[in-house]
Structures are given as structure tokens and as C-alpha cells.
């Protein structure tokens, strides 16, 4: 199980994963914004997609987990 | 048993490699942007073909049985060295579509050399709006390099019809001139391959230079023989004076003045005069087989080696998405020796690099922006915001100072890979002295006398843009690259559009207008400065020197790299260098 946080303080701007979605490994799963820079979040390795803690439009603080891969 | 090496040898044989392979997964998901950059390719390339095709077409050239500049430069150049510049500057839009000279860096005989050549395709290559300009940026960039200028003249003086955009004023096409002069007292010598009829402006054009090699048709005088009449008292032209011009020109047997029996039989300006024009780049060739030039074993620093990484990797990983980030060694790993690199202080001011690298075996210094959030940094800012890559702070801006000046101490040429959106702002960033330690880095870069080029691989911004040695450091920079990705504005359009209309929006909201008028003001600004800064503008306007592919940069850092240590003015025995041993501590 892989639990993918946000590495900084912001907003998440799109979630481009659903639960159940199969991913690998550097794939694109959530962008955060902040300070008008985007900043993608990747899968760390191959699985499901379990859980998406987060929402569209959510702040988010550093360490927050964002999606979970099983 | 004699024994040979590079200096310092345990400092730059092996330095630290940076930089890894793609993954499958970035390879994967980089592929629209490849066609992006392809796509801003694409659209420079139709601008370098029109440039090209500027003029006359080169078949009625070919069917005089003469050679266009293009030919000419084909034929004079080592091969695979040309790297052109100001392909597309043209900064009053003259209707010619270029400044009619064609210019860049490139070797002959082995040696680099600064070339320049009239495009004898638009109107015989004539004095046209902004190419003084153009070549004032070519004798700098020879000044700077201190490498031979190489003319190729072909002029046949003003464009008589827009003769106020070219003649009169302090950085005209008489400042050429001055500029030959300059570059003759400093020691740095001009090789000119003279042709066709060069009278006037194209006279001195000819002169000016240090060495004259001329074709036999070829002619340079204080003025033309072609002006039959002048002024007559009635102050224009009626049918009379008409009849008269008419008369006179079909009369006019004159010879132009100053051909190959004045200025070689007779004052022998010229040193060599041939009856090919192959033969006077022949000429150019032997003469710049004298020219002074160190073997580069002189001051190799390890045996030249390619990066570890493939140049098309570049189009992966610089994002065509200016708001997102990218690992800025990774760029740097496709540009240096062996992907190496080694990086001074790179625990304080982490939002910029700074470090020493080897191209082609030579020392060069790198300074680039990172991208990304750095949480917790500025320290400054006690929490309140993080940093982000392609700005600059505090320790950041101390850390270039610091840089530049031992690298002037070592005498390191300088790369400045640029991607900044600026310097930070607010009362925090005032109290941390960044107006001052902004202006610090200028006075740092100026109290060296270093070669350095800048490329501005995605933006240049605000202040920054200039701190970085952009081209306003006049002193120093020798040239500026743009990319398939560079933007250059003072602030992006979305910034400015909200600096201009913010209070004009409260303003109307208060008096519960309609907010659309405004809007569409708006978001014209934001168009306006999103077309007013892509790359073909860039090169047009001449923000940058050139724009050239991701791939072709490093080709470039070589031809700037080689151009320094070819015949340096000043040299810091390698031995001697301190910035190795600082960084090894």
C-alpha cells in the first residue's frame, strides 16, 4: 500500500484518478496549486487506486494524505 | 618514461555525476509535450526558411554564376560548427523581413571565429533598418569572445529610399566603424572577403577592417559612380530635369571607383585579390590558420567526453507548462561532460545552482534556476510562505554574488540557465535586503571581466531577467539563447492584467456596473503579452540572440566554451584555482 501525500501546503486543483483506477508507476494522479505554480503528485508504483481523501477545491497541508494505491 | 595529465586531476576527472534516465512512466506521460516544443519548432522554422528566402531568389545568384551569403558561409565554415545568430532579428519589421546580414559563430581552419556577411540576395546588401544593431551585437559578441570578426562584405550602401532609418543617429550604421576600430586597438583582428560594389557606407564597410582579401569584380570607394546628377535649382524634378537624368545616365560610361586596379595595383589596400569567389574564402582560410589560438590541451581540465544522457530527452522534461516544475539537473545532466557536476554550496540558497562543469574538457560555470516549492525556506519568511523555484531570496542571491566573484577570481566562463519569474516581494523580502542584494549580483557580474551566455530556457521575468546576466549586461554577456519555450515579459499577463485593472474592477463593481468591458480589456492584455513574448518575437525584436532547440543547446555552450579558451586574455593557472577547493572544503 502506497499512501501518497502532499509534499506542501495548498489547494488541490484536479484529481485525474477515480477509486478502482488501475495505475503505474510516474503516472499523473492529483495536481496541487499554490503560489500559481502546479504541482503534479505521481503514482509511486503499480496498483488500485483504494482511496481519494481529498476533493477538488480542498486545502491541503504538507504531509496530508491525498490518495492511497493498494 | 614521461608521464602526461590534466590538472588538477583529482578535482575534475571525476566529478559528481548528476541526472538518471527517464522512467518508463515519465517517458510516457512526456509525450504531448514533445509535441508541443515541436509544434514552437515548427513555427521557427517557417520564420528561419523566410529569412532565408528574403530577396532575390538565390537561383538568379547562381545563374550570375555567383554564391549567395549562404553559400559563401557553407563553403568557408567547418562543418557542423555554424551556429547561427539573430536568424530572426528584425526590429523594425522592414518589409525586406531581415536586417540583411546573416551572422553566428562558427570555426574556420579549426579556429572559432565571430562571422558576419551581407545577404547579397536583399538589395545587394544594402544599409537597411536594424541591421547597425545587428551588427554592433557582432562586434560585441567578437569583443567579448576575443575571437577574429569575419566579414563578408557585399554592400551596396543606404537604401536611398529610408535613408532616416539607417543613416544618422548615435548607434547607426556609421558605428560599425568606430566599432573595427575598437576591435583593431584591442588587439582582435578583422578578416574581410570584399565583393561586388561596395561604394559609400559599403566603402567603409570594406576599409575598416584589418585584413582586405577581394574578389576581382569587387570595388570599395567613398562613393558610387552612379549618381549622374544632384541638385538643381528649381528643387524638384520636372520633365526637363527628367529629360536631362534620362540623357545623362544613358551617357554614363564611368567605370565605379576603387576596383582591384586602384586598391590592389595601385594603393594595395587589399592583400590578395582572386578570380573565384571560392578563392577569397581560400584566402580568409590561410589567413585564419595565423590567427592566435592555444592548443586546448593548454587548459583541459579532463579528456572531452558527451553527457550521459541523450539531448532529446530535454523535450521531456522542460514542461511547455510554464507553471509546472521540473528537476533543473536533470536538464543540466543533457548539457554537460559525462553528466557531471560539482555544486558549491548547494545546502544554502537551494532555489538557485551554482557549480563548475566541463565542456569539451574545458571548466565552465553553471548557474540556473530550481524549480519547485521549498518548504520552510526563506528563512526569512518564518513559515508565512514558501519558496518557489524561479524566484529569488535571500541566501539565494548571496550565494550568485559569492559565485560570480570567485568565478572571476578563477576565470570561469559563465552559463546562466534562466527561469525565473523574479525576485521576492513584500516587506519581509525588503527587510532581507533583496532590492540591494539584486542589485549586489549586477555589481558582482560587472566587477568581473567574464565571458558569459544566458540562456533563458522558459522565462525571464522582472528583475531577474537582468540579474542573471541577461543581455543588459552589456560588459559581459557575449550572447543570449531563447528556446522553443521562452517567454520574456516584464510580469506574465495574467500578473499584469491584475496590477492595471484591480482598482478599475473594484471601481465599477462598487458602482454596480457591468464588469465585461473591463474583463475584455483585461484579457486583451493578457493575450497582447502572450504574443508579444513567444520565441519568434523574442528573435524578432531581439530579446534574445537567437532561439534555437533544446537539443542544439549544448552545440551552442560548446561554440561559447571553445571561443573563450581559444585565446584568453587572461588565464588562472588551474592549479591555482580556488573554487574547487572551497567546494571540496
Redesign the interface.
Known amino acids: 500500500m502506497a499512501e501518497l501525500t502532499s509534499?506542501?501546503?495548498?489547494k488541490v486543483w484536479k484529481i485525474l484518478v477515480a477509486v478502482g483506477d488501475k495505475v503505474?508507476?510516474?503516472?499523473?494522479m492529483v495536481i496541487l496549486e499554490?503560489?500559481?505554480?502546479?504541482?503534479?503528485i505521481?503514482?509511486e508504483e503499480n496498483g488500485t487506486v483504494s482511496e481519494i481523501r481529498v476533493k477538488e477545491g480542498d486545502a491541503v497541508n504538507?504531509g496530508d494524505v491525498l490518495v492511497v494505491v493498494t | 618514461m614521461t608521464r602526461k595529465q590534466t590538472p588538477l586531476r583529482p578535482y575534475f576527472e571525476k566529478m559528481a555525476d548528476i541526472g538518471k534516465a527517464l522512467?518508463?512512466?515519465?517517458v510516457?506521460?512526456s509525450q504531448e509535450n514533445i509535441t508541443l516544443v515541436q509544434e514552437q519548432e515548427q513555427i521557427l522554422a517557417l520564420e528561419v526558411e523566410r529569412v532565408k528566402n528574403a530577396g532575390i531568389p538565390a537561383k538568379k545568384i547562381h545563374e550570375r554564376g555567383g554564391m549567395t551569403i549562404y553559400d559563401r558561409l557553407d563553403y568557408l565554415v567547418d562543418a557542423g560548427t555554424w551556429s547561427p545568430m539573430h536568424t530572426l532579428y528584425n526590429p523594425r519589421d522592414n518589409e525586406e523581413g531581415c536586417t540583411g546580414v546573416v551572422n553566428g559563430i562558427g570555426k574556420i581552419e579549426g579556429k572559432w571565429a565571430v562571422i558576419i556577411g551581407f545577404d547579397n540576395k536583399v538589395m545587394a546588401g544594402a544599409w537597411i533598418a536594424g541591421q547597425s544593431e545587428n551588427i554592433l551585437m557582432v562586434t560585441d559578441m567578437a569583443k567579448r569572445l576575443n575571437v577574429p570578426l569575419v566579414w563578408l562584405t557585399n554592400c551596396s550602401g543606404v537604401k536611398m529610399m529610408e535613408q532616416e532609418t539607417v543613416y544618422a543617429g548615435r548607434r547607426s550604421s556609421g558605428a560599425p566603424f568606430f566599432r573595427h576600430a575598437d576591435l583593431n586597438h584591442l588587439g582582435i583582428p578583422i578578416l574581410n572577403g570584399i565583393y561586388g560594389t561596395n561604394p559609400a557606407g559599403g566603402g567603409y564597410q570594406g576599409i575598416s577592417p584589418t585584413i582586405l582579401i577581394a574578389h576581382e569584380g569587387a570595388n570599395i570607394a567613398v562613393g558610387g559612380a552612379g549618381i549622374v546628377g544632384g541638385m538643381n535649382p528649381k528643387g524638384y524634378i520636372d520633365a526637363e530635369a527628367a529629360r536631362a537624368l534620362i540623357d545623362a545616365t544613358k551617357s554614363f560610361k564611368a567605370k565605379d571607383p576603387g576596383r582591384v586596379e586602384t586598391h590592389f595595383d595601385h594603393t594595395a589596400y587589399f592583400r590578395e585579390v582572386h578570380d573565384t569567389e571560392k578563392g577569397v574564402l581560400d584566402g580568409i582560410k590561410d589567413y585564419m590558420r595565423m590567427m592566435p589560438a592555444y592548443d586546448p590541451t593548454m587548459f583541459r581540465v579532463a579528456v572531452p567526453a558527451p553527457p550521459r544522457f541523450p539531448a532529446e530527452d530535454l523535450n521531456m522534461i522542460l514542461p511547455a507548462?510554464q507553471?509546472?516544475?521540473y528537476d533543473a539537473l536533470q536538464i543540466l545532466a543533457r548539457l554537460t561532460d559525462s553528466s557531471e557536476f560539482m555544486e558549491y554550496r548547494p545546502d544554502y540558497g537551494r532555489e538557485v545552482y551554482t557549480g563548475i562543469a566541463k565542456i569539451d574538457g574545458f571548466p565552465v560555470a553553471f548557474i540556473g534556476n530550481r524549480q519547485?516549492?521549498f518548504?520552510g525556506y526563506p528563512e526569512y519568511a518564518n513559515g508565512t510562505?514558501?519558496a518557489?523555484?524561479g524566484k529569488h531570496y535571500r541566501q539565494g542571491l548571496i550565494k550568485q554574488a559569492e559565485f560570480v566573484t570567485l568565478c572571476g577570481r578563477d576565470n570561469l566562463p559563465i552559463v546562466w540557465m534562466q527561469d525565473t519569474t523574479g525576485i521576492d516581494v513584500g516587506d519581509l523580502a525588503e527587510e532581507a535586503e533583496l532590492l540591494a542584494l539584486g542589485q549586489s549580483l549586477v555589481y558582482s557580474i560587472e566587477q568581473t571581466d567574464l565571458s558569459m551566455m544566458c540562456v533563458v530556457l522558459r522565462k525571464g521575468t522582472a528583475a531577474a531577467h537582468y540579474i542573471m546576466c541577461g543581455p543588459q549586461a552589456n560588459n559581459n554577456n557575449a550572447f543570449t539563447l531563447g528556446t522553443p519555450l521562452t517567454e520574456i515579459y516584464v510580469m506574465h499577463g495574467e500578473t499584469a492584467a491584475a496590477a492595471a485593472y484591480a482598482r478599475r474592477l473594484v471601481k465599477e463593481d462598487e458602482a454596480g456596473n457591468d464588469l465585461t468591458p473591463t474583463l475584455d480589456k483585461m484579457n486583451q492584455m493578457i493575450q497582447d503579452y502572450q504574443e508579444k513574448s513567444r520565441p519568434a518575437y523574442c528573435g524578432k525584436t531581439g530579446f534574445v540572440d537567437e532561439i534555437v532547440s533544446l537539443t542544439a543547446l549544448r552545440k551552442y555552450i560548446q561554440a561559447f566554451t571553445g571561443a573563450n579558451y581559444q585565446n584568453p586574455k587572461s588565464i588562472t593557472p588551474v592549479h591555482q584555482m580556488l573554487l574547487p577547493r572551497i567546494i571540496k572544503g
Open positions: 509534499p506542501i501546503n495548498g503505474e508507476l510516474d503516472d499523473e499554490a503560489l500559481k505554480m502546479e504541482t503534479p505521481y503514482s504538507e | 522512467s518508463e512512466g515519465e510516457r506521460r507548462n507553471k509546472r516544475p519547485g516549492v518548504p510562505y514558501p518557489v523555484g
